[in-house]
């Protein structure tokens, strides 16, 4: 029989993984559009990954690859 410290370590592992699935496309795009990389962090954070969302979506980019 497993052990619950064993699940515990393992959903720790999952969220580790699913929070690099999103931070680091959400930092990459924030610094092609100007911003500063770690702005990116707020992704996984409830509300704000909206609100970042919207702010680059209808901010102004200050640096736009053409």
């Known amino acids: 029989m497993m ?3 064993m ?11 699913v929070g ?3 931070i680091v ?4 795009i924030c610094q092609r559009v100007g911003y500063p990389g ?3 962090l707020l992704i996984v954070i409830p509300i ?5 969302l919207y702010f680059i979506a209808f901010g102004p ?3 736009v690859d053409k």
């Open 61 to 63: 980019w200050k640096n």
């Open 7 to 17: 699940f515990a370590g393992m959903g720790f592992l999952w969220m580790l993984i």
């Open 3 to 5: 052990n619950h410290e």
């Open 20 to 22: 690099a699935i999103f």
């Open 48 to 52: 704000a990954n909206i609100i970042l």
């Open 38 to 40: 770690p702005l990116g």
């Open 25 to 28: 496309p959400a930092w990459r």
